[in-house]
């Protein structure tokens, strides 16, 4: 059973749709991560919170918008996405940003 | 440039049989973390290195700061290991991981 965990684990969406994907862990950690993942890639990174700010945005779109309510929880809103989004993205956890992460199971997306 | 290369990218191997990943790494890269993911997604860390060696169970995980280089062994391997393996290097000065592009791992029994 993995400690970070993510819903939902599928989704499909329209391209006009809205959607967001969540995220929580409840390990005290400061430091939560989102990363998008193409098959047979190694994961990108996107975003990373650090004490529930913004620290890192890898140039990511914004029709993805991170949010992070509080320590525990980890938002991507999603909106107008294109075809080519499609994809696993993980959500992984950290006690601080140095330290090992650990990773969630995945939402796997697919935009039609 | 930050980077982190794996060797092999494909691996088969029968049961039993002891089992070794390469990676090298660029200066810069102060700790390198090794993951599994099965497939259908989700990822777990195995270890994080920056010197030595660890071992949990039958996986051993060596370091050589000097060569920059680290390897990943599985003792008497299972068909229940067959999995992705990527080696991830934690960047110093950005602390972000750089990913290898993984060793695509199967066990046969």
């Known amino acids: 059973d993995t400690e970070v965990t993510q819903t939902p684990k599928h989704l499909v969406m329209g391209m006009t749709n809205k959607k967001s994907l969540k995220c929580e862990q409840h390990?005290?950690?400061?430091?939560m991560y989102w990363y998008k993942q193409k098959a047979k890639k190694p994961p990108e990174l996107m975003f990373v919170?650090?004490?529930?700010?913004?620290?890192i945005n890898e140039s990511v779109p914004s029709r993805f918008s991170p949010e992070c309510p509080n320590s525990s929880l980890l938002n991507l809103h999603l909106h107008a996405l294109q075809p080519e989004d499609s994809a696993l993205y993980l959500c992984?956890?950290?006690?601080?940003?140095?330290?090992?992460?650990?990773f969630g199971d995945g939402t796997r997306l697919s935009i039609l | 440039k930050n980077e982190v290369e794996q060797s092999p990218q494909n691996l088969t191997a029968q049961e039993g049989e002891f089992i070794t990943i390469n990676c090298s790494y660029s200066?810069?890269?102060?700790?390198l973390h090794w993951l599994q993911q099965h497939p259908g997604g989700g990822i777990v860390s195995l270890f994080m290195?920056?010197?030595g060696k660890k071992k949990h169970g039958r996986l051993i995980a060596t370091i050589n700061i000097q060569e920059k280089h680290s390897s990943l062994h599985i003792t008497a391997s299972h068909p229940r290991d067959s999995a992705v393996y990527i080696c991830?290097?934690?960047?110093?000065?950005?602390?972000?991981?750089?990913f290898g592009t993984g060793t695509r791992l199967q066990v046969f029994p």
């Open positions: 200066v810069g890269i102060s700790a």
């Open positions: 919170y650090s004490y529930e700010k913004l620290s």
């Open positions: 992984a956890s950290s006690s601080h940003r140095n330290q090992p992460q650990h």
């Open positions: 390990m005290g950690h400061r430091a």
């Open positions: 991830a290097g934690f960047l110093w000065d950005t602390d972000k991981l750089i």
């Open positions: 290195l920056s010197s």
